[in-house]
């Protein structure tokens, strides 16, 4: 798979042709699931990491600056994924996803590759391998198969050509040590017997060593010792190897504020790929598989057949926006002048004893979700000269201290992705700082706030659940939808603050049609409940919750509830 052959592609998905992105991400997942399948051997997390790798792709694709350097581009985002994923999980989490019993990668590639003798073996021998080293199998094995250059391999690894040989040699190493364990524990050496009596059944390094050990003094299980086999290096069973096909049933589903959405389900179990796009969905990211739960756009969603709306549960039942136990570090204006609720029945306006610019006497409040099937009031439309962003047309930001500085006069959108499926916890918010002029608080939308239910039984939210432990906002901060839009007439920076809780936010310039069309985006359309308008087109719209115009040293200091 040439990343120079899809060239026309990848310029046409650039400009924004929704069938030629829909082509390229059937064509390069079945190189994702891959990369991540072999890295993680079919842990529970893989459908997760291969989702966020495609969805960062696509919404950073307009960053990518040569087409023909794509595939090591994408190989390098699914690394990325990759480690962060190792970075944010626990021991105690990655035995109960153990223990729910995912799909193993490496029965997948014997059973799905047809893999019989020595290649099986290899298959097999990966699940005695450390997390680095299946991480470097998992490109070190397409690399042998001609799907990957060493050049891309060394990129994605982040090292130079010179020290990925020698990692590279290293791990084969180990990969052989484990193939001679997979051959001996097929062997009926009573003495391994006595020696594995008391083992689980489950690979781990303890037991690695263990019967290695006695492989190296036991002629029985030492393959090399017995007359007439040869043992073949890996790298020549690989060569030419097909990748292995993604399973029937697996939905890949992604949601860009409207920029496209593709889902795409393996079509064949033969060797080799087969994969057809289904259809192209808009936001929210909905896919047509019974019963399935996967993350798009950072929220979970239960998707459903088309024409069954999910059960709908009391809107505030997995809130968890506390509301404030003290005062705030600067108290904001009285309640006759702030409403708790700046909704479309009860717009925020200034008292008539008020100055005559009330702006920034009025900031977000904790409230409460409107009715799903309320359409939203209409927005008010504010001049648009445009905005331009120092990070571009799309900035993805998910690590604190990213950040990214708007100027001009517009609409800015601010997307959500918060993932309790890596850490839970308080979620430290993004702050707005050397704010000049104005900024608003216009609307939120994305068909979902984010703690709506999106389970039958009410418990689980793009905040989180049981099984993954819940997203905390800080008290009295107000609860986000997966879209909130902001109007801007000056100049500010937004900043990335995360430190507890684990989440992303991408933001981009936007207009006020496509705020409209957002808000608009109903549940006879697939989303949970329509959008909220907050902007009653005078001065005292709401300003965001932390916002500034000093520039402090940490922004993660920006007091809640500022007043400008």
């Known amino acids: 798979m040439d990343g120079r052959q899809w060239r026309s592609t ?57 087409p023909d350097s794509f595939r090591s581009w994408l190989v390098a985002i699914a690394m990325r994924q990759i480690r962060d994923r190792a970075r944010r999980r626990t021991a105690d989490r990655l035995a109960d996803a153990d223990a729910r019993g995912a799909a193993d990668f490496a029965e997948l590639t014997v059973l799905r ?18 997390d680095e080293d299946r991480q470097l199998l998992s490109l070190w094995w397409l690399e042998v198969a001609g799907e990957l250059t060493r050049r891309e391999l060394a990129a994605a690894v982040g090292i130079s050509r010179q020290h990925a040989a020698v990692r590279v040699q290293r791990m084969k190493a180990r990969l052989e040590t484990a193939r001679g364990i997979v051959r001996a524990l097929d062997s009926s050496c009573s003495d391994l017997g006595r020696v594995t009596a008391r083992w689980s059944g489950r690979p781990d390094s303890v037991w690695r060593k263990r019967i290695a050990r006695h492989i190296r003094d036991c ?41 496209t959405a593709a889902a795409a389900t393996a079509a064949t179990a033969s060797v080799g790929w087969s994969a057809k796009v289904l259809g192209v969905l808009t936001k929210p990211a909905v896919a047509v598989t019974a019963g399935a739960m996967m993350v798009a756009g950072g929220a979970y969603v239960v998707t459903q057949p088309p024409g069954e709306r999910p059960p709908q549960v009391a809107p505030t039942a997995l809130s968890t926006a506390r509301a404030p136990v003290a005062a705030a570090p600067r108290a904001p204006a009285p309640a006759a002048s702030r409403p708790a609720s700046p909704s479309p029945s009860l717009p925020a306006s200034p008292s008539v004893t008020e100055r005559a610019d009330p702006y920034g ?204």
């Open 113 to 130: 590759l047809q893999l019989e003798g020595q290649r099986r073996e290899v298959a097999e021998a990966v699940r005695w391998l450390d």
């Open 361 to 564: 006497t009025v900031v977000d409040a904790v409230d409460r979700a409107p009715d799903p099937d309320t359409p939203p009031a209409a927005l008010p439309r504010r001049p648009e000269s445009g905005i331009t962003s120092s990070g571009g047309p799309r900035t993805v930001m998910n690590h604190r201290g990213e950040h990214v500085t708007f100027t001009g006069e517009g609409y800015v959108l601010v997307r959500w992705q918060i993932s309790p499926q890596y850490r839970p916890g308080g979620l430290v918010m993004p702050s707005w700082t050397g704010l000049k002029g104005r900024l608003f608080h216009v609307a939120s939308g994305g068909g979902r706030r984010m703690d709506d239910p999106v389970s039958a039984d009410g418990r689980t939210s793009g905040m989180g659940g049981p099984a993954t432990g819940y997203t905390v906002l800080p008290d009295g901060t107000q609860q986000m939808w997966q879209n909130e839009f902001f109007y801007l007439d000056g100049t500010v920076t937004l900043t990335q603050n995360e430190r507890g809780a684990d989440y992303g936010i991408t933001v981009a310039p936007s207009t006020w049609t496509a705020v409209t069309e957002d808000l608009a985006h109903g549940p006879d359309r697939g989303a949970i409940r329509y959008g909220l308008v907050r902007d009653n087109g005078e001065d005292s719209a709401p300003v965001p919750q932390y916002v500034t115009r000093g520039e402090p040293q940490d922004p993660a200091t920006v007091a809640q509830r500022s007043r400008v």
């Open 219 to 259: 002629a029985r299980c030492d393959a090399d010792a017995v007359p007439g086999e040869v043992v073949v290096p890996a790298e020549r069973l690989l060569v030419g190897l097909a990748l292995v096909p993604v399973p029937v049933g697996f939905t890949l589903s992604l949601a860009f504020g409207g920029k």
């Open 10 to 66: 990848i310029a046409a998905a650039q400009a924004g042709d929704r069938r030629a992105l829909d082509e390229l991400v059937a064509g390069w997942l079945p190189l994702v699931y891959n990369i991540v399948g072999r890295a993680l051997n079919g842990h529970a997390d893989v459908d997760d990491v291969v989702q966020e790798t495609m969805l960062r792709a696509v919404d950073n694709l307009d960053t990518l600056r040569d």
